[in-house]
């Protein structure tokens, strides 16, 4: 009897478990980056960070990013046609979609700098998404 009950018991341990992501379509559903944080030990304060970059049916590969508290936002900026960086904290990653295998974390900005911004992953309303950055014409509107 103990045996059936103990793993209904135990539910309510795991329900402050996270594990979720969020999307930036570069070109539809098929090509896209998708940052996922996982924490599997609803007592921790931290989530582990990753990317799946995708560009399909050609690749598909997931990279593992850093841990990071759960607040902590995930900026992405683009230096180059299919080439990424993703920004945590102080920490710096490069990816691209052409085969979805190169990934490094930078150790210093690129030559030509990290780019244009095209949004921030993060938890607005409780839920994690990505949201885009506002486009130049966009921002100047905005300040009028």
């Known amino acids: 009897m103990l045996r059936r009950i103990l793993p209904f018991a135990l539910l309510p341990l795991l329900t402050g478990c996270i594990?979720?992501?969020a999307a930036y379509r570069i070109d539809?559903?098929?090509?896209?980056?998708?940052?996922?944080?996982?924490q599997n030990l609803?007592?921790?304060k931290q989530v582990k960070l990753a990317?799946?970059?995708?560009?399909?049916?050609?690749c598909q590969r997931k990279h593992t990013l850093q841990e990071a508290d759960l607040s902590t936002p995930v900026e992405l900026w683009q230096p180059g046609p299919?080439?990424?960086?993703?920004?945590?904290?102080k920490n710096r990653y490069v990816t691209e979609t052409r085969t979805c295998l190169g990934f490094a974390p930078l150790t210093e900005e690129p030559p030509g700098g990290i780019g244009v911004h095209l949004?921030?992953?993060?938890v607005k309303n409780g839920v994690f998404t990505f949201t885009?950055?506002?486009?130049?014409?966009?921002?100047?509107?905005g300040s009028r």
Do not use: C, Q, Y
């Open 19 to 21: 594990n979720d992501g």
């Open 28 to 38: 539809g559903s098929r090509h896209a980056l998708t940052v996922v944080r996982e």
């Open 42 to 44: 609803f007592w921790k």
């Open 51 to 58: 990317v799946v970059v995708a560009r399909m049916p050609d």
């Open 82 to 89: 299919g080439t990424f960086i993703l920004a945590v904290g």
């Open 119 to 122: 949004g921030t992953f993060a």
């Open 132 to 141: 885009p950055a506002a486009r130049p014409e966009e921002a100047a509107a």
